[in-house]
Each structure stands twice: as structure tokens, then as C-alpha cells.
């Protein structure tokens, strides 16, 4: 039975549509996301110190290798504008400080990209391929699970100098495991899909559907366990150049501030509190933004 | 069950066998060796030295020298230690580094799940919250801080504890190291062992307990820990490998003569038998405590069948 409908009535129900637009995935964890109030605050904090450390060369007069030779293991003072203090040496250690905010943040996004490009399509190729292929992938995962990387990473730092970019690639070598486990895990749900079927009839190519049609939709645990790692390879990070095998001098990490800081300790306890405060809030506001994002994306808590 | 156990044995056979080779040309792709110093030694010295290492024989060779002797037990003399041998350094660090692992992971146990548990069965409440705030404290502060205040306060300000040193492992002088050593993992299992227990409590079979009468003691432990807890089980190996690895930098801090510390100056100086011997023992540890704490799985949880 057909209903007779003015245009007014017309015009009238397609705004009402309109006004029921279906909300994504996405738009809906945004809304949740900074309905969190410890997320939104921790996405504050980190952007001020990110800001900071980008910035850091207008918001001091010294530069991270300039000495102040009237000045060595002060306390903070406003006398020359050291407002966290100075080294051993007489270097200001505000701006090292953010120095090092610069090296260990770089770090963690480095050695969690080349973790994730690792992870990420090893795991999507061993998900999706399936089978014999799969059980090898992940076997040799398994294998890999088993080594003391740390020791390795050592052996490697120490033996081959310190240099960044092997620690990038060594960190990174490391965080991926985990990746490749979970993405490979999604990627066997997402598989089974209709819309992988239907490109598979339209003969779309393996790399290319592994890459536009299942990649994007392991998106969500992916993020979430990006901001975890990111952390993590901080601490990794600030654990080698504590043991003096991380980033050389003049340059700076947080590891490098709190190993000088933590020999210091008794003369100068300025030297540890503030990169450790630092480092530990920046830790702290990743983990905070990683559990909203989770949250955020879990469908099963909505 | 049996045969699980045999084949995982079997398999670690070559895991061991690449980890062995992985370290041993990674090391010797590595420029300089142990006897490159700034006092250029005559040749002929040099020489001697470098024979009586097998360094003079070429790399294939001295791996098979190597490998034939570790299958016997002999990690080699040591290249800096002079008049040591690895097994010597070994059996001088292990049993600290392994007294320091073992108190951290019992402490880390024996709070860390009490904790869990508490803030599971209060679920946001206040006692829930501090503890998870608490938790977030001991996953953001890296040991690495928490040890050189520990110090501070402890030893240098409070004269209660002794700042560092071992003393045959008196108690005082465990209490640091310990403390700072075990703190993440307090945290981590007191995290998973929340999660465990929230999403039990919830469960139909809990609730059943609760309806039968039981007192709420009973219901928690007999019922709801054991299935609360298995995510517990599977993180066991990886945090022991965690402390393994933590007790490097504590070892350094309050300098313990651990097999941690052995292994980082090893590293520096190039002494590559003694960085081997300790990489294959950590090695062959994490791969058991991977096999027990999966058998451990088996035991714990019937849904899981081992093959």
C-alpha cells in the first residue's frame, strides 16, 4: 500500500534521516575517547612536553653542550636562569632535560614504527596466507619469543658502538613479536569476511588486498598497542644509556640524565629528580592515552 | 603430557643451537677483540696470546671448537678475568643473581596478587582505584630511579639499610636491591591479576558458588582464583626473563657480584667466551621457565590440551 507523501513531507523526513546519520566506528570511539578524562588530560600533558622539547631551544639561553663555568652542580636558581639547576659540569640542565625529551620521544616513535612495518605485515601476510605458511610464521615467532633480545640488544650496542640508529633498528627488532601476534590473530577473523571474498572474485592481487583490505581494518588494536609500546621503548631505551651503552655525549637521553642524576644523587638530587619526573610523566600519559584508546575501540564495553 | 614435555626439549635443541651461533658471529662481526689495547703488544706476544684463544684459527673453526665445548659443559677460560674460568665466574654470579630473581618474583607474587584481588572484588571503589594508581606508579617508574632513591632515603639519609654491596646476601642488603627489583612486576601482576579476577567474579559458575551459601572467602579462593589467575601463569616466564634481565641494572647499581654485571663488563671489554657463557645460560633458562610455565597452563586449566 502506497503512502501518498508531499514534498513537504518529503523534504521534512530526509532531514529527520539526515539527523540520524550513522555514527562510524571512529567518530563513535572520538566521542568516548575524550569522554575520558584522564586521556584527554594525559593528550594535554604530552603535547605541552612535546611542545617543550620542539621548542626548546627558544625557552632557554643555553644550549645542551654550553658550560657555565661559574655555575657546576647548582640547584635551581634563577641566578643565569637555571631553572632546573646545572650538571657536574656547569651544563643547564632545563634544556638538557628537554634534550633528551627530544632523543628518547624520537626513539620510542622510531623503534615503534620499525617495529609496527615489521609486525604489521608479517603478521597480516601469516593471518592471511593461513596453512602450512602461517604455522611457520608464527613457529619462528614462537622461536624468537624464547631469546634474551635484551642481552643481544647489549651485545650490540656495546660491541658495535653506540650508535643511534643501530639502537633504533635493535629496539625495534624487538617490539615487533608482539605485533605480528596480534595482528596476525585479527587478521584471521577479518579473513573470513564477505568483503575479502568479494575482492578475491574481483581479482584483486595478495599484496594489495593484504595491504588495502585487511591492514586497514587491524587499525584499531594496532593503535592501541602503538601508544603502548612507545612507552615501552622508552624505558628499553633509558635502560641501555643507563648502563652507558645508549646515546653519547654531549647528546643526551632521559636514561643518560637519570644514570649521571642517580651517581649525583647524594650532592645533587636535581640531577635525577627532574629528567625522572619528566621521563615518568611522559611514561604515565602514554599508558593513560593507550587504556582510553582501548576502551575507546573495544566494542564489547560499549 | 610426556611426549609434550620431550619434544619441547627436543626443539629447544636448535633454538639453543642458533641463539649459540646468532651471539657467536654477531660478536666476532664486531670490530676490535678482546686483546686490541692502546699498549701495542710486540707481535710475537700477541701472537702467543692470540693461539693460545684458538683466535688464530679461522671463524668456522673456532665455532666448532666452541660449540663441541659447550656440549661438554666447558664455556672456555674467561679473556679478561685472567686465571678464571666462565664456569668459575658462573658459579660465583649465578647463585647471587639467582637468589636476587627469586625474592623479587616471590615478593612481586605475594603482594602483587592480594593486591589484585582486593581491588577486583572492590571495583571502582576508592581501594580499587589507589591500588591501580599505585600500579600505573610502579609500571612508569623504571627500577633504574626507584633504586637510586631507595638509597637516598634508606641508606644515606636514614642510615637504616646498607647503600650497596652484597655481604654473602645478609638480609639488609637484600631489601634494596629487592624492593627496587620487584616493584614493576608487583605492579604488572597485580594489573592482570584485577583483570583476571573481574571478568570470574562475573562469571555464572561464581554466582552459582554465591547462591549455594558459601562464605565469600571460600567463593574467592577455591573458586574464583584459580580460573582468575591463569593469565597469571602464562605471564610467569616472560617476567621472569623481565627480572632476569631488570637485575642487570640492579646488580650494577648496588653492586652485587651477579652474573648481570659479569655480562655487561663482558660486553664492554670485549671478553666474548664470558658474554656467551652467560647469554647461553639465560638462554636455557627463559626457554625452561617457557616449557614449565605452559605445562603448569595444562595443569591449571582442562580446556587446554598440550600437543
Same mark, same amino acid.
Given at each position: ?11 521534512? $523526513? ?7 546519520k550513522g555514527r562510524s566506528l571512529w567518530t563513535d570511539a572520538r566521542r568516548r575517547l575524550f569522554a575520558n578524562?584522564?586521556a584527554v588530560?594525559s593528550m594535554?600533558?604530552l603535547g605541552?612536553?612535546i611542545?617543550?622539547a620542539v ?47 627530544r632523543v628518547s620521544m624520537a626513539v620510542g616513535v622510531i623503534a615503534t614504527t620499525v617495529a609496527l612495518t615489521i609486525g604489521v605485515l608479517y603478521g597480516a601476510t601469516a593471518g592471511f596466507v593461513g596453512g602450512r605458511v602461517d604455522n611457520a610464521m608464527m613457529r619462528f615467532v614462537d622461536i624468537l619469543y624464547t631469546m634474551?633480545f635484551m642481552?643481544f640488544v647489549?651485545?650490540l ?6 650508535n643511534i640508529f643501530l639502537m633504533f633498528f635493535a629496539i625495534g627488532a624487538v617490539e615487533w613479536l608482539t605485533m605480528a601476534r596480534i595482528v596476525r590473530g585479527q587478521t584471521l577473523t577479518i579473513r573470513k569476511r564477505e568483503f575479502i571474498e568479494a575482492a578475491e572474485a574481483a581479482g584483486v592481487s595478495r599484496p594489495r588486498m593484504i595491504l588495502r583490505h585487511v591492514v586497514p581494518n587491524v587499525v584499531g588494536p594496532i593503535l592501541v598497542y602503538v601508544t603502548l609500546t612507545i612507552p615501552a621503548v622508552i624505558l628499553a631505551e633509558?635502560?641501555l ?5 645508549? &646515546? ?34 611522559t611514561l604515565?600519559c602514554f599508558n593513560f592515552i593507550g587504556d582510553g584508546l582501548r576502551d575507546a575501540l573495544d566494542p564489547k564495553d560499549r | ?8 626439549? $627436543?626443539?629447544?635443541?636448535?633454538i639453543?643451537?642458533v641463539?649459540?651461533?646468532l651471539?657467536?658471529?654477531l ?135 646498607? &647503600? ?27 594489573? $592482570? ?20 551459601? $558459601? ?16 593469565p597469571?601463569?602464562s605471564?610467569?616466564?616472560p ?69
Amino acid at each position: 500500500m502506497a503512502i501518498p507523501i508531499t514534498p513537504h513531507e518529503k523534504r521534512k $523526513l530526509g532531514d529527520e534521516l539526515s539527523e540520524v546519520k550513522g555514527r562510524s566506528l571512529w567518530t563513535d570511539a572520538r566521542r568516548r575517547l575524550f569522554a575520558n578524562r584522564a586521556a584527554v588530560t594525559s593528550m594535554v600533558i604530552l603535547g605541552l612536553i612535546i611542545l617543550m622539547a620542539v621548542l626548546a631551544d627558544f625557552l632557554s639561553p643555553y644550549s645542551y653542550e654550553e658550560i657555565d663555568w661559574d655555575l657546576m652542580t647548582a640547584p635551581p636558581t634563577w641566578q643565569g636562569f637555571h631553572i632546573f639547576g646545572t650538571d657536574g659540569v656547569g651544563r643547564d640542565l632545563f634544556i638538557r632535560t628537554l634534550y633528551g625529551a627530544r632523543v628518547s620521544m624520537a626513539v620510542g616513535v622510531i623503534a615503534t614504527t620499525v617495529a609496527l612495518t615489521i609486525g604489521v605485515l608479517y603478521g597480516a601476510t601469516a593471518g592471511f596466507v593461513g596453512g602450512r605458511v602461517d604455522n611457520a610464521m608464527m613457529r619462528f615467532v614462537d622461536i624468537l619469543y624464547t631469546m634474551p633480545f635484551m642481552f643481544f640488544v647489549i651485545v650490540l650496542m656495546a660491541m658495535f658502538g653506540r650508535n643511534i640508529f643501530l639502537m633504533f633498528f635493535a629496539i625495534g627488532a624487538v617490539e615487533w613479536l608482539t605485533m605480528a601476534r596480534i595482528v596476525r590473530g585479527q587478521t584471521l577473523t577479518i579473513r573470513k569476511r564477505e568483503f575479502i571474498e568479494a575482492a578475491e572474485a574481483a581479482g584483486v592481487s595478495r599484496p594489495r588486498m593484504i595491504l588495502r583490505h585487511v591492514v586497514p581494518n587491524v587499525v584499531g588494536p594496532i593503535l592501541v598497542y602503538v601508544t603502548l609500546t612507545i612507552p615501552a621503548v622508552i624505558l628499553a631505551e633509558s635502560f641501555l644509556s643507563f648502563l652507558g651503552l645508549g &646515546v653519547q655525549e654531549p647528546l643526551t637521553s632521559w636514561g643518560s640524565l637519570i644514570a649521571e642524576g642517580a651517581n649525583e644523587l647524594e650532592t645533587a638530587p636535581w640531577m635525577l629528580i627532574f629528567p625522572a619526573a619528566f621521563m615518568a610523566v611522559t611514561l604515565f600519559c602514554f599508558n593513560f592515552i593507550g587504556d582510553g584508546l582501548r576502551d575507546a575501540l573495544d566494542p564489547k564495553d560499549r | 603430557m610426556f611426549v609434550f614435555i620431550l619434544k619441547r626439549v $627436543l626443539m629447544a635443541i636448535p633454538i639453543m643451537f642458533v641463539i649459540i651461533a646468532l651471539a657467536f658471529f654477531l660478536m666476532r662481526a664486531a670490530p676490535g677483540g678482546p686483546f686490541t689495547s692502546e699498549r701495542k703488544l710486540p707481535p710475537e706476544v700477541e701472537a702467543n696470546i692470540r693461539a693460545a684463544y684458538d683466535l688464530d684459527k679461522s671463524l668456522p673453526e673456532q665455532f666448532i671448537i666452541y660449540v663441541s665445548k659447550v656440549v661438554r659443559g666447558d664455556f672456555g677460560p674467561s679473556f679478561k678475568y685472567k686465571d678464571f674460568t666462565v664456569n668459575e665466574l658462573i658459579a660465583r654470579g649465578a647463585p647471587v643473581s639467582l637468589k636476587l630473581g627469586l625474592w623479587a618474583m616471590t615478593l612481586a607474587l605475594c603482594i602483587g596478587i592480594p593486591l589484585g584481588t582486593l581491588a577486583a572484588l572492590r571495583q571502582n571503589q576508592p581501594t580499587d582505584y589507589s591500588v591501580m594508581a599505585v600500579a600505573m606508579v610502579g609500571i612508569t617508574v623504571p627500577p633504574f630511579v626507584v633504586a637510586p632513591l631507595l638509597t637516598l632515603f634508606f641508606g644515606v639519609y636514614w642510615k637504616l639499610l646498607p &647503600v650497596a654491596g652484597w655481604n654473602d646476601g645478609a638480609l639488609p642488603n637484600m631489601i634494596l636491591p629487592v624492593t627496587a627489583l620487584s616493584l614493576p612486576y608487583i605492579a604488572y601482576i597485580s594489573r $592482570l591479576t584485577r583483570g583476571g579476577m573481574i571478568e570470574v567474579l562475573r562469571s555464572n559458575y561464581v554466582r552459582t558458588a554465591r547462591a549455594k551459601g $558459601l562464605p565469600e572467602s571460600v567463593v574467592v579462593r577455591r573458586h574464583a582464583m584459580r580460573a582468575g589467575l591463569m593469565p597469571l601463569v602464562s605471564y610467569l616466564a616472560p617476567a621472569l626473563a623481565g627480572i632476569v634481565t631488570g637485575s642487570v641494572v640492579i646488580e650494577q647499581i648496588f653492586n652485587l657480584p651477579g652474573i648481570g654485571r659479569y655480562f655487561v663488563i663482558g660486553a664492554l671489554q670485549r671478553d666474548y667466551t664470558l658474554v656467551m657463557g652467560v647469554i647461553i645460560l639465560y638462554s636455557a633458562l627463559i626457554i625452561t621457565l617457557n616449557l614449565i610455565s605452559d605445562v603448569i597452563y595444562s595443569v591449571l586449566d582442562p580446556k587446554v590440551k598440550l600437543n
